[in-house]
């Protein structure tokens, strides 16, 4: 469509009184020739919004400019729909409330904003949405235990088809071979039966659910909203379209096979927390070495877990489970002595009146490292040592010790009956943060036919990849969530909550790509990468570098792009060489005329140009709090905001110093397992690429250090005016960039 572009700035909050709006006019009518033009006092105001909407009726104006406040608030008030393109100029928190009011290098920051605004405009086109071929919203649910049934129950509720499948010949998963469970209701006291009848009753009475059991899946292909999903049952398979997938394939127990130390294979007398579910089932608590009920107990928590040589991690679920168990002992023996041996009690949230009830009980808990269990003749030993007390204890005579042996994710851990081999070493080990790309673990859950591996990719410890930050439930294949526990350790409670929390997410997926919308964390997108293949040069960066497996490739290694799982984060952008990708809204020719834009002084003004390429999930919003709190930073300084630092292609930078730029600061996010990277490895790849350019710049006759990386939370606002200013003294020391005027 033919663009007619309105700019529209506004002087309140204090931008009329620091600016000269009417030069900020001349930028747009008389450099870029902008037909309509206008200013107000209070543009977010109805009135302000009505001078627009009257422009875009009657005038014809679809593309819209307002400058005033950062594009991350009143966005809902300057919605215009869908036909109209609107772009933001953040005068307010990046300019008058950072810098000198009145002050001519605060008005030439001001204009230069416009400037690279306006030329953005140049290539910027009104996105169109993918819209798929019959686009389904099924959601299928992968695993039919607690976590699985919830996710089930709930998509239906909402009104959705589900397609279910279970590895075994009914559903239930741990709750099968569960005496009863924690509880999951007020008052949080008394373990609960587990209604499992109950709970698959629901499902079958559910015509919205359709349930395969004794069930693989053989193959997954496509992307959300028309992934076609074949199921093997039996010596038949079927293929179910659906436009998301949750997975709920939770967990299995660590090996107890491997706590000899703990005396676990020397005693019978010495079991796990599943073969105590077991005997409770069977209606009595007994030793399993001569059938003799029970009279002192010893529980011993994170058997395997947070600890080096097994699992790294804490198992979340021990704790209450052994809670519980111990009031099984307490029912069935009010008399019975029951120790549970400690090193932190996690019974988060409304278990703290479980545990309150089993101290109520006469539960010891002993906070403990526990060094030796010996076996006398079906009598056990524990020799620990007391935290608290700071010296040696010992608990003899116990008839019974029950390990609490910690979870493996199923992702880590193929079942044997079809036909895998035991993984469950995956999740042991070291607990240094994974090397990138992140390992994909051998697993035959998904069996996806995604150029990039088979299943999901994991995090250090064998669960599938999720951003637990800011998007839990989320993996690095769109439209595929993880619940319960095959996502992290968790109790039931957790995994209620979690498995509903997914099935929403999955919701959210099916109806935005149905739509052509992106989701998470650019929801709502409507452009996706569009590829000129005539000079592609199947160099295959494009398709190795996704963080999302959006591209496969044909059999000649050209790209073949899957708009619907892309997350428009741009890293594919960044990483081809040619570059032949590109979005209608943003490219790399729509960014090299942004900078271009800008105006830089000559050199013996000694007004040197910093640029800065701010990632828009945590620079932009930090750059924008730093405002907010009226923290100077540097006059010299000219932001462009990024989708992701993975979508900076290295042309930028050429650009820059060919320009004149002195200097180019990349602000991304922090990335690794403690914060990571909203678009999982976009930090990361940026930093690689970085590494690259110092033997341009060398060509160049400039030093390397004038384009430095650096890294920010969200919380790092009050460090911006440093960071900045740092990098600002470094350039000034360097000197001016040689290119200027050429």
């Known amino acids: 469509m033919s663009k007619k572009i309105g700019v529209y700035i506004c002087s309140g909050c204090g931008i009329g009184d620091a600016l000269d709006v009417s ?77 000198e009011p009145d002050d001519e290098d605060t008005q030439a920051m001001a204009e230069d904003y416009m400037r690279i605004t306006l030329a953005k405009l140049k290539n910027l086109e009104a996105p169109v949405p993918f819209i798929g071929e019959e686009v389904s919203k099924r959601i299928m649910v992968v695993g039919g235990g607690l976590a699985g049934m919830t996710s089930a129950t709930e998509a239906a509720a909402a009104g959705y088809e589900v397609v279910l499948v279970e590895k075994e010949e009914s559903l239930g998963g741990w709750l099968k071979k569960s005496y009863k469970i924690a509880p999951l209701s007020p008052p949080y006291t008394n373990p609960e039966e587990t209604d499992l009848a109950g709970r698959i009753k629901k499902i079958e009475d559910n015509p919205n659910i359709k349930v395969y059991t004794l069930a693989s899946i053989e193959q997954t292909a496509g992307s959300p909203g028309m992934f076609d999903v074949t199921i093997k049952q039996g010596d038949a398979a079927a293929t179910e379209r659906v436009g998301a997938i949750v997975l709920a394939a939770g967990a299995v127990p660590y090996d107890p096979g491997k706590l000899e130390h703990l005396g676990f294979g020397a005693s019978p ?120 007390m700071g010296s040696p204890t010992m608990a003899d005579e116990i008839d019974l010790v029950v390990l609490a042996n910690g979870m493996v994710p199923a992702t880590a851990f193929e079942d044997p009956a079809l036909g895998g081999e035991a993984q469950a070493e995956v999740a042991a080990g070291s607990d240094q943060a994974a090397p990138a790309p992140a390992p994909i673990i051998k697993s035959n859950i998904l069996n996806l036919q995604y150029r990039q591996g088979p299943e999901l990719p994991s995090l250090k410890y064998g669960f599938p990849d999720s951003h637990f930050i800011c998007f839990p439930y989320e993996t690095r294949r769109t439209g595929i969530y993880a619940a319960g526990s095959v996502r992290r350790p968790m109790d039931m409670a957790q995994a209620v909550e979690d498995a509903t929390g997914a099935a929403l997410k999955a919701i959210q997926c099916v109806e935005m790509s149905a739509r052509g919308m992106a989701v998470h964390p650019r929801s709502g997108d409507l452009s996706y990468p569009e590829f000129q293949m005539n000079r592609c040069t199947q160099c295959k960066r494009c398709t190795e570098e996704c963080p999302f497996g959006a591209i496969n490739e044909d059999e000649k290694s050209n790209p073949l792009p899957n708009p619907t799982r892309c997350r428009r984060c741009g890293t594919c952008m960044g990483a081809c060489p040619e570059r032949i990708i590109s979005f209608k809204n943003y490219s790399v020719p729509m960014v090299g005329n942004m900078l271009k834009a800008i105006e830089v002084p000559e050199e013996d003004e000694e007004k040197p ?107 790092d606002y009050d460090k911006i005016p440093k960071i900045v200013g740092d990098f600002v003294d470094k350039i000034e020391k360097f000197g001016p960039n040689p290119m200027k005027g050429f």
Request: a negative charge.
């Open 609 to 715: 140009r910093v640029l800065i390429f701010a990632c828009e999930n945590d620079a932009i919003p930090a750059l924008d709090m730093a405002g907010i709190n009226r923290l100077a930073y540097s006059k010299w300084i000219r932001i462009i905001p990024v989708r992701c630092l993975g979508s900076l292609n290295l042309i930028w930078v050429n650009d820059a110093m060919s320009k004149g730029i002195d200097g180019v600061l990349l602000m991304g996010c922090k990335h690794g397992d403690d914060y990571q990277c909203h678009f999982m490895k976009g930090s990361e790849l940026a930093g690689i690429r970085l590494s690259k350019v110092s033997e341009t710049l060398d060509r160049m006759g400039l030093e390397s250090d004038r384009v430095y990386m650096t890294e920010v939370s969200i919380m």
């Open 269 to 388: 007398n010495v079991i796990t927390q599943a073969q105590l579910e077991e005997l409770a089932q069977k209606g009595c608590i007994a030793r399993p070495s001569d059938g003799k009920a029970v009279q002192k107990v010893a529980f011993i928590q994170c058997a395997g877990s947070r600890d080096q040589e097994h699992l790294s991690y804490c198992s979340a679920a021990c704790c209450v489970e052994s809670i519980k168990q111990s009031l099984y002992v307490k029912e069935q023996n009010p008399e019975a002595a029951v120790y549970v041996f400690y090193k932190d009690i996690r019974s988060s949230g409304q278990y703290e009146h479980f545990y309150k009830k089993a101290q109520s009980e006469g539960v010891i808990f002993i906070k403990a490292d526990v060094t030796g269990v010996s076996d006398d003749g079906g009598n056990i030993t524990i020799e620990a040592d007391d935290l608290l």
């Open 23 to 99: 030069a900020l006019s001349k930028v747009a009518t008389k450099e870029y020739k902008a037909p309509v033009c206008k200013t107000d006092a209070f543009l977010c105001g109805k009135d302000g919004v009505d001078i627009i909407k009257k422009d875009v009726a009657e005038e014809g104006v679809n593309y819209v400019v307002i400058a005033g406040c950062s594009g991350r608030v009143n966005y809902d008030v300057f919605d215009f729909g869908p036909s109209v393109v609107l772009e933001r100029v953040n005068l307010r928190e990046r300019v008058v409330w950072t810098q």
